[in-house]
């Protein structure tokens, strides 16, 4: 069993960065893929960035590559999702998410274990 806390959500002005931050629960943490997915109101779910249980593999969604950097700090049982750049369409409910394969997927239905949310809202 994995729980998933998200942080590090908030207001900021286009441009600007924020950093998010997914903590996991568990002795076994470091065995799972972790995404980042975003829901924007009215849109459906959207893959944004995963990165493989060693932390060697990582994989970003076309809107956001270049801008975001998804990291992990198995000892700290820690996911990062650094974004920069940031535009008025990335503002949405940002959510963490294990998959015990390890591998991690864009697709959503991989994954196990899922955060509550943290909202990001970008202003123009």
């Known amino acids: 069993q994995v729980q998933l806390v998200e942080s590090g959500g908030g207001l900021v002005q286009a441009g600007g960065s924020l950093r998010l931050s997914c903590a996991a629960s568990g002795r076994t943490f470091s065995r799972y893929a972790v995404g980042w997915f975003r829901q924007a109101p009215g849109k459906e779910r959207e893959f944004v960035a995963a990165?493989?249980?060693?932390?060697?593999?990582?994989y970003y969604a076309d809107s956001v590559k270049g801008r975001f950097t998804i990291s992990r700090d198995n000892a700290k049982n820690t996911v990062y999702l650094q974004m920069n750049s940031l535009k008025a369409e990335d503002t949405a409910v940002y959510y963490c998410?294990?998959?015990?394969?390890?591998?991690?997927?864009?697709?959503?239905?991989?994954?196990?274990?899922w955060g509550q949310g943290t909202q990001v809202t970008v202003s123009s």
């Open positions: 990165v493989r249980w060693s932390g060697g593999s990582t």
């Open positions: 998410a294990a998959d015990n394969s390890g591998l991690g997927s864009s697709w959503f239905k991989r994954y196990d274990y």
